[in-house]
């Protein structure tokens, strides 16, 4: 049949062809499902993304928040000025010789390419004489609005040249071992065309900071030309009162430095490890922290690009998000021509409890010129030659609010920038010693012990204890201070608590110390803040090298552990440990923040209120406060009057300065002012200050005690101190004679500046200018 | 008639469904009872018609100048049409190898450096394109038809393409058109000769397990071509790796093409962005190629899924009616050059519309009959006048055993 022929062999082609269309559909459904995804799931998505190019944007600059003082006193601000940048072109000349020839192909006209390579340079030659006079009357501009040299003007020039052939020199490189490994070949006749970087057609900042009229000249200057000349919106972050000249009265300073004249310091940088600074770029962390572009076309107007900049160090780096404002928007639609503004917000100021004038005091009596930080006679230094410079840290805190008044660290960020780096590694004027070095307390710690032996009934106050020069019958260490040879192995016999404390004996401490055991005393001391960051604003957290939040900015000091003295327990070295730690020596360290913290806890009868700089509420959880310690009333007592007695009574360690020839004068000298004062020697460990492996003669040097003079201080008559205060004079020697001056100088400026009641130099114009406006340049 | 038997007869029917050979049957007896010129292959015109006025009017969207040139290049895609319909099968048959042979001369001719510029001028340093004033013609589109209608010469006359060592010949001959464009470079035209020879070999009968064998070697193979490819080429892989991951590394550069289409196919959604808006969309998206080999990005922004759909729909008609033209003749050569057109019609449209949403890497690979140029369209209405030409002369005379399948053949018994 013939069908049946025919059929057959249809048959099985067919299939085939069945089969290859299958193929097909099946190939086809994942184009389909692709184009669904695409359109109808991400289809609006998309949309948004390919609109925004659409959007023509222009971003408006933003303020960065002011910082304020705590009488609303200008500490840092945005300042407008302009830079004025020339394209690198011109500064290159490049630029002349390009407009010279596109001028010549307009005049030429459609003849050019047929003109030969000579005919066309001498065309060239010939419009070239305009440009060239153009970018010279550019240059003498620059120098005449800029009030520079022409010699000044081609060292900048010069400097931008070279930096930015060694900078394409390096991306050249880096683009060509790329490509020779992307491509393969070898690398020593690899053509490799280099393309201008960008800073090879951006143009770079020549004068800096320029003002408003001169800025629009410029304008006005390259009308005709806009592509030779950028003249940039250049805002600057100014700290008006980082210079200050402070006039400071002589007149109650110790007899070798007294003068009825008055100083004028200089200080450089006040409040500058606090306030910080910024950084004119923007890095990585930056963006990945807030990036500009969100993606999908959508952008926060917080957000971090190029050219933004960005706090980088003290309180411009920890309150960045607040301070840092939202920049404004102009966007205009290509297509409809819709225009939309958003304007900037600026950001938030912030108030700091700081009082700017008594920190610029505060700085200048810490400034080596005022002469207290510098070794004295009074110091009886056996190992610095007279004059040679201390450095030095003092904080006051008011004690009812726990309000930074002043927190000072010399030397300043400001002077570290004129030191070389050999004096960097000695001098380490970037750290803030008042929040991030720490000290051992030595015995400012005893009217802390005190309160806890009285508190935890280790101690029966009214009672006594017997001071026999040593600790142990059979043992000469640990002793009292007093049992040496210099004093004639003395003692301080009977004790009470009080006398104890204006005494400053070690026998007493070390006897609170075994009868509470270490245990309780480590309790106390955490209630007191060792150990513990106490955050007053400036603490931050950094990346670690595995990820980890590390904090910085503030350090806690440290505290042995229980786990600590158990171990000592085990080894034998428990007993010897409490007995130094009840005197603040062994493995305790703390900052003079935390110790005027602790000292104004103590004025506050034990109420825990953690030091702050910043004035407003920013924190949006209560700090966890301490468990609140069993402190007795009488044992606060007992201690202030230990305190007040070391100044007022003749036996009291912080009551008088001794000279060579034996004569003395009163440590504290304010009248109207009742002052309750300790002071401490910290023990400074050797060491390698520059790590070359060995300790040489400047590091030799380094060895004294630091000096520390740590108290209260109130109007005459009143048992209620107003203000805490912590002094701490590195490698100055024994306690009170080095930082006790300096103590007492920092209630006289808080007596000018009304924080205390009667100045008894009320006389004396001390008031601090703020050289404001400028900055630095 | 009790209404059980009317279901029973109608579920026999559901059962049997429409059998290949019912198909083949009804489309004989169509033509036997109905006109003398219908054929299938009147559909592959429609199609071409409806996707060449469609690109017409994509191309339009944002440059009309070229559109117009497009139009005209219209005209003349109709007459080449008309001028490829018109020899018969035998001619075509006895004009198989001489073309080959001739655009395997140009294939050659384009890539000899000494040609002047004014006659192959080299775009992006390719070699592809011989100036013809009127448009630039390009040797590669004319081998495709040419190697289609050879290979349908090569299966006609032998049988040994069924033993693994019969096929050896047919590779060698696949490969040197191959070459010479993968030389070019066009990587993209040349990797349209396998799926159509792969097509061509199923549909003659080719043991399907051969073909199986070939293209898993070729799988297994591809990664150690891999290094041999151009730096740009490895790019475009790269960048469609990364793009399909959700790596955004190279959106600016290599991969920068790639994202543009997808976001702009993407941003037509359904039913697509209406004319202005679309053209604005895709030039300030700097979209590149737009009117050419990225012409199906400005579909899908212009008119959505649905112009996307519709696109797709019509070349689903062009192969339906090319592969039913192939099932209603009853020559070898005849049912063989229309599946060999269908394949490279299909692998373009699938290569380019698959780039374009992101399933596929980059390759300079035109839209058939919608893509903005002259070669391409004037190769795409040829293969319609083959389809056309060779749709009206379905042999008379009942070739009672077909070359294809003979006796012996191992998938029936």
């Known amino acids: 049949?013939?069908?049946?022929?025919?059929?057959?062999?249809?048959?099985?082609?067919?299939?085939?062809?069945?089969?290859?269309?299958?193929?097909?559909?099946?190939?086809?459904?994942?184009?389909?499902?692709?184009?669904?995804?695409?359109?109808?799931?991400?289809?609006?998505?998309?949309?948004?993304?390919?609109?925004?190019?659409?959007?023509?944007?222009?971003?408006?600059?933003?303020?960065?928040?002011?910082?304020?003082?705590?009488?609303?006193?200008?500490?840092?601000?945005?300042?407008?000025?302009?830079?004025?940048?020339?394209?690198?072109?011109?500064?290159?000349?490049?630029?002349?010789?390009?407009?010279?020839?596109?001028?010549?192909?307009?005049?030429?006209?459609?003849?050019?390419?047929?003109?030969?390579?000579?005919?066309?340079?001498?065309?060239?030659?010939?419009?070239?004489?305009?440009?060239?006079?153009?970018?010279?009357?550019?240059?003498?501009?620059?120098?005449?609005?800029?009030?520079?040299?022409?010699?000044?003007?081609?060292?900048?020039?010069?400097?931008?040249?070279?930096?930015?052939?060694?900078?394409?020199?390096?991306?050249?490189?880096?683009?060509?071992?790329?490509?020779?490994?992307?491509?393969?070949?070898?690398?020593?006749?690899?053509?490799?065309?280099?393309?201008?970087?960008?800073?090879?057609?951006?143009?770079?900042?020549?004068?800096?900071?320029?003002?408003?009229?001169?800025?629009?000249?410029?304008?006005?200057?390259?009308?005709?030309?806009?592509?030779?000349?950028?003249?940039?919106?250049?805002?600057?972050?100014?700290?008006?009162?980082?210079?200050?000249?402070?006039?400071?009265?002589?007149?109650?300073?110790?007899?070798?430095?007294?003068?009825?004249?008055?100083?004028?310091?200089?200080?450089?940088?006040?409040?500058?490890?606090?306030?910080?600074?910024?950084?004119?770029?923007?890095?990585?962390?930056?963006?990945?922290?807030?990036?500009?572009?969100?993606?999908?076309?959508?952008?926060?107007?917080?957000?971090?690009?190029?050219?933004?900049?960005?706090?980088?160090?003290?309180?411009?780096?920890?309150?960045?998000?607040?301070?840092?404002?939202?920049r404004g928007m102009i966007n205009e639609r290509r297509d409809t021509g819709e225009r939309t503004r958003t304007e900037p917000t600026p950001g938030k100021d912030l108030r700091l409890t700081i009082d700017a004038v008594l920190q610029g005091k505060v700085q200048a009596l810490l400034s080596n010129g005022f002469g207290l930080t510098r070794v004295q006679p009074w110091h009886h230094n056996q190992v610095l030659p007279l004059g040679t410079p201390l450095n030095a840290a003092a904080v006051v805190i008011e004690v009812e609010t726990g309000e930074v008044l002043a927190m000072a660290s010399m030397p300043t960020v400001a002077m570290g920038a004129q030191m070389t780096d050999t004096q960097r590694r000695y001098e380490r004027p970037f750290i803030d010693r008042t929040v991030e070095a720490v000290y051992p307390p030595g015995s400012i710690i005893k009217p802390l012990v005190l309160l806890a032996g009285a508190s935890e009934h280790e101690f029966n106050l009214g009672s006594t204890i017997a001071c026999n020069g040593k600790y142990f019958e059979d043992r000469t260490r640990p002793?009292?201070?007093?049992?040496?040879?210099?004093?004639?192995?003395?003692?301080?016999?009977?004790?009470?608590?009080?006398?104890?404390?204006?005494?400053?004996?070690?026998?007493?401490?070390?006897?609170?110390?075994?009868?509470?055991?270490?245990?309780?005393?480590?309790?106390?001391?955490?209630?007191?803040?060792?150990?513990?960051?106490?955050?007053?604003?400036?603490?931050?957290?950094?990346?670690?090298?595995?990820?980890?939040?590390?904090?910085?900015?503030?350090?806690?000091?440290h505290l042995p552990t229980f786990e600590d003295a158990q171990r000592w327990r085990m080894d034998g070295q428990y007993d010897y440990n409490t007995l130094i730690m009840g005197i603040g020596q062994g493995p305790l360290t703390w900052t003079p923040m935390h110790a005027a913290n602790a000292y104004a806890t103590l004025a506050r009868g034990g109420a825990v209120r953690d030091a702050t700089i910043i004035a407003d509420d920013l924190s949006d959880d209560e700090p966890a406060r301490q468990p609140p310690m069993p402190i007795t009333s009488r044992a606060v007592d007992a201690a202030l009057e230990g305190l007040r007695r070391s100044v007022?009574?003749?036996?009291?360690?912080?009551?008088?300065?001794?000279?060579?020839?034996?004569?003395?004068?009163?440590?504290?000298?304010?009248?109207?002012?009742?002052?309750?004062?300790?002071?401490?020697?910290?023990?400074?460990?050797?060491?390698?200050?520059?790590?070359?492996?060995?300790?040489?003669?400047?590091?030799?040097?380094?060895?004294?005690?630091?000096?520390?003079?740590?108290?209260?201080?109130?109007?005459?008559?009143?048992?209620?101190?107003?203000?805490?205060?912590?002094?701490i004079v590195e490698h100055g020697g024994s306690g009170g004679r080095v930082a006790g001056p300096v103590a007492n100088q920092i209630i006289h400026v808080l007596q000018e500046e009304g924080y205390l009641p009667g100045a008894n130099t009320a006389g004396t114009s001390t008031t601090a200018d703020a050289t404001g406006g400028g900055g630095a340049p | 008639m009790s209404q059980l038997s009317v279901l029973e007869r109608m579920l026999e029917k559901r059962r049997a469904g429409i059998t290949p050979a019912d198909l083949h049957e009804r489309v004989r007896s169509l033509h036997k009872h109905g006109l003398k010129v219908g054929t299938p292959a009147w559909l592959c015109l429609g199609a071409a018609l409806g996707l060449s006025l469609l690109g017409i009017a994509a191309i339009s969207t944002t440059e009309t100048a070229i559109a117009a040139k497009q139009l005209v290049l219209l005209g003349l895609g109709l007459f080449a049409a008309a001028v490829a319909a018109t020899p018969n099968m035998r001619w075509l048959q006895i004009m198989a190898y001489p073309l080959l042979i001739l655009s395997l001369l140009l294939l050659v001719f384009v890539l000899i450096p000494q040609v002047p510029e004014s006659i192959v001028r080299p775009r992006n340093n390719a070699r592809r394109w011989i100036n013809l004033v009127v448009f630039d013609f390009q040797p590669s589109e004319l081998a495709k038809i040419a190697y289609v209608m050879a290979l349908a010469c090569y299966f006609k006359k032998n049988r040994n393409y069924r033993t693994l060592r019969g096929l050896v010949p047919l590779l060698v001959v696949t490969f040197v058109p191959m070459g010479l464009i993968v030389v070019e470079p066009d990587l993209g035209t040349a990797m349209v000769f396998l799926p159509t020879m792969f097509a061509m070999l199923i549909a003659a009968g080719g043991k399907v397990r051969h073909v199986l064998l070939i293209v898993a070697l070729g799988l297994v193979l591809a990664p150690s071509m891999y290094p041999l490819l151009k730096p740009h080429q490895k790019d475009r892989i790269k960048a469609m790796i990364a793009q399909s991951t959700g790596d955004e590394r190279y959106v600016n550069d290599i991969g920068f093409q790639g994202d543009r289409a997808m976001m702009l196919v993407g941003s037509g959604g359904v039913f697509g962005n209406g004319r202005t808006h679309a053209a604005d969309l895709v030039s300030f998206n700097r979209l590149p190629e737009e009117h050419n080999d990225m012409i199906f990005a400005v579909i899908c922004c212009r008119w959505g899924a649905v112009g996307a759909l519709l696109t797709w729909a019509m070349f689903g008609l062009f192969a339906i009616g090319a592969l039913l033209t192939a099932a209603t003749s009853r020559d070898a050569f005849g049912r063989l050059?229309?599946?060999?057109?269908?394949?490279?019609?299909?692998?373009?449209?699938?290569?380019?519309?698959?780039?374009?949403?992101?399933?596929?890497?980059?390759?300079?690979?035109?839209?058939?009959?919608?893509?903005?140029?002259?070669?391409?369209?004037?190769?795409?209405?040829?293969?319609?006048?083959?389809?056309?030409?060779?749709?009206?002369?379905?042999?008379?005379?009942?070739?009672?055993?077909?070359?294809?399948?003979?006796?012996?053949d191992d998938a029936q018994q």
């Open chain 1, 1 to 326: 049949m013939a069908t049946v022929t025919q059929r057959t062999p249809a048959t099985e082609f067919h299939k085939r062809l069945i089969m290859l269309a299958g193929l097909a559909v099946v190939v086809m459904a994942v184009l389909f499902v692709q184009l669904a995804r695409l359109t109808v799931v991400q289809g609006a998505a998309h949309r948004h993304e390919a609109e925004t190019v659409l959007d023509r944007r222009t971003y408006l600059p933003t303020y960065r928040g002011r910082i304020l003082d705590r009488h609303g006193r200008v500490l840092a601000r945005d300042q407008a000025s302009y830079d004025i940048a020339v394209a690198y072109p011109v500064i290159t000349g490049e630029w002349a010789v390009e407009q010279a020839e596109r001028e010549a192909r307009r005049q030429v006209g459609g003849a050019w390419t047929e003109m030969t390579d000579a005919q066309q340079q001498d065309v060239i030659g010939r419009t070239l004489p305009e440009f060239r006079a153009k970018e010279q009357a550019l240059f003498d501009a620059i120098c005449d609005l800029g009030q520079i040299t022409p010699v000044e003007l081609d060292e900048r020039l010069n400097a931008i040249r070279r930096r930015v052939q060694r900078m394409a020199a390096e991306v050249w490189e880096n683009q060509r071992l790329a490509e020779i490994d992307r491509l393969g070949g070898d690398p020593k006749n690899f053509e490799f065309e280099p393309r201008p970087i960008a800073e090879q057609v951006e143009a770079h900042t020549v004068l800096t900071d320029v003002p408003d009229e001169t800025a629009f000249e410029f304008m006005l200057l390259v009308e005709d030309e806009p592509s030779m000349l950028e003249v940039r919106d250049a805002r600057r972050r100014v700290n008006p009162i980082a210079e200050q000249v402070v006039t400071l009265d002589r007149s109650t300073l110790p007899r070798p430095v007294r003068s009825d004249s008055t100083s004028l310091i200089h200080v450089h940088g006040v409040l500058d490890h606090v306030l910080g600074g910024m950084r004119g770029e923007v890095w990585k962390e930056d963006v990945d922290r807030r990036p500009f572009r969100l993606g999908g076309g959508e952008v926060d107007l917080g957000g971090y690009r190029r050219g933004d900049s960005v706090g980088s160090t003290g309180l411009e780096r920890v309150f960045e998000d607040h301070l840092r404002g939202l």
């Open chain 1, 479 to 557: 002793r009292c201070w007093i049992y040496r040879e210099v004093h004639g192995f003395q003692s301080h016999g009977p004790l009470t608590a009080e006398d104890a404390i204006a005494r400053s004996c070690n026998i007493f401490f070390y006897t609170l110390a075994d009868r509470m055991e270490m245990e309780t005393l480590l309790k106390w001391y955490d209630f007191y803040g060792i150990g513990r960051r106490i955050d007053v604003g400036v603490s931050y957290m950094v990346s670690g090298e595995d990820g980890a939040r590390i904090p910085a900015g503030q350090v806690a000091g």
């Open chain 1, 648 to 727: 007022t009574e003749s036996y009291g360690t912080s009551n008088h300065i001794r000279y060579d020839d034996l004569s003395t004068e009163p440590m504290m000298n304010a009248e109207g002012v009742t002052v309750w004062c300790k002071t401490g020697t910290a023990q400074a460990p050797l060491i390698d200050l520059n790590r070359d492996g060995e300790i040489d003669e400047s590091e030799q040097q380094r060895r004294l005690d630091h000096a520390w003079c740590v108290g209260l201080v109130g109007p005459a008559g009143s048992n209620r101190p107003l203000h805490a205060f912590a002094v």
């Open chain 2, 337 to 408: 050059v229309p599946v060999g057109l269908t394949a490279i019609v299909l692998t373009q449209m699938i290569v380019n519309t698959g780039m374009t949403i992101g399933v596929l890497p980059i390759t300079g690979m035109t839209l058939p009959f919608v893509s903005a140029g002259g070669s391409s369209l004037l190769a795409s209405w040829l293969m319609v006048g083959l389809l056309v030409g060779i749709g009206l002369r379905r042999t008379r005379a009942v070739t009672r055993e077909s070359r294809i399948f003979g006796a012996g």
